[in-house]
C-alpha cells in the first residue's frame, strides 16, 4: 500500500527557533502533498496544498511567511515554521496523493512543542 | 452550515454489535468520500472510498452513500475494543479545488 513517512516525528524547540519537517512518499510517485494541523480533540484543518515544481497554495489565515513550504520533488515535500512560538504547538500531519486517484495518503504525524 | 457534519459522540456499543456512523455534507457536487480511522495521538488511516451511491464492504466495514440525501455512513460489525477510536468522515469537495474537508469525527467506544 501506500506509504508516507514523516520526520521527526516529535519535536521540542525554543521559542523563536525554525522548525522544519519532512514529508516523504515512500512507495509512490506524490504530484500533491497537503499539510494538515491539528489541535487537541479537534478536527484536521487544512494548511495549505504542495505541489512538486511550483508555489504551495495556502488556506486562508494560514501565514505563508511563517509556514515556508517546499515541495522539491516528487517524493519529498518539507514544512518551515518560522520564529515558532508556543501558539504553534500542535500535530502536524502531511498527506500525499497519487496523480490519478484522489484518495490521501497520511504520515505519521509530527508533534511540535514549542517552550 | 458545517460542510461535513458529524454527531461527536461518543458512541458506545457493546462488544460483538454493529457500530454506525453517520456523515452528512453540504456540496451537492461532492463525488468523493472517505472514512478514516484516527487512534489517540495517531495520524489518520484510511478505512473506506466511496464514490458511488449504494453499499461498498470491505471486511467488517460497509460505507454507504445516499448522494440525493447527501449522507454518507459507515457500519462495523462484530465491533472489537481495538476499534474504538475516532471515526473521521473526509468529503472531497470539488468546489475547494478537490481538496478533502474533514469532518470533526466520532468517538466510537467499544466495551468488552
Known amino acids: 500500500g501506500a506509504v508516507v513517512s514523516q520526520h521527526p516525528s516529535r519535536v521540542i524547540c525554543k521559542s523563536g527557533t525554525s522548525v522544519k519537517i519532512e514529508c516523504r512518499s515512500l512507495?509512490?510517485?506524490?504530484?500533491?502533498m497537503f499539510w494538515y494541523r491539528q489541535f487537541p480533540k479537534k478536527s484536521l484543518m487544512l494548511m495549505a496544498t504542495?505541489?512538486?515544481?511550483?508555489?504551495?497554495?495556502?488556506e486562508q489565515g494560514v501565514e505563508k511567511d511563517k509556514f515556508l513550504i517546499n515541495h522539491a520533488s516528487l517524493t519529498l515535500s518539507t514544512l518551515t515554521v518560522t520564529s515558532a512560538h508556543p501558539e504553534d504547538s500542535s500535530f502536524y500531519i502531511c498527506?500525499?496523493?497519487?496523480?490519478?486517484?484522489?484518495?490521501?495518503?497520511f504520515g505519521p504525524g509530527t508533534r511540535l512543542t514549542v517552550l | 452550515q458545517k460542510e461535513v457534519e458529524q454527531n461527536s459522540g461518543p458512541l458506545s456499543v457493546p462488544e460483538g454489535a454493529i457500530a454506525s456512523l453517520n456523515c452528512t455534507y453540504s456540496?451537492?457536487?461532492?463525488?468523493?468520500f472517505f472514512w478514516y480511522r484516527q487512534y489517540s495521538g495517531k495520524s489518520p488511516e484510511l478505512i473506506m472510498s466511496?464514490?458511488?451511491?449504494g453499499d461498498k464492504e470491505d471486511g467488517r466495514f460497509t460505507a454507504q452513500l445516499n448522494k440525493a440525501s447527501q449522507y454518507v455512513s459507515l457500519l462495523i460489525r462484530d465491533s472489537q475494543p481495538s476499534d474504538s477510536a475516532t471515526y473521521l468522515c473526509?468529503?472531497?469537495?470539488?468546489?475547494?479545488?478537490?481538496?478533502?474537508?474533514f469532518g470533526a469525527g466520532t468517538i466510537l467506544r467499544v466495551k468488552s
Open positions: 504542495s505541489n512538486e515544481g511550483s508555489k504551495a497554495t495556502y
Open positions: 498527506s500525499a496523493r497519487e496523480g490519478g486517484p484522489d484518495t490521501q495518503y
Open positions: 512507495d509512490f510517485q506524490a504530484t500533491t
Open positions: 456540496d451537492r457536487g461532492s463525488q468523493s
Open positions: 466511496i464514490y458511488s451511491n
Open positions: 473526509a468529503v472531497n469537495m470539488s468546489w475547494r479545488g478537490n481538496k478533502l474537508v
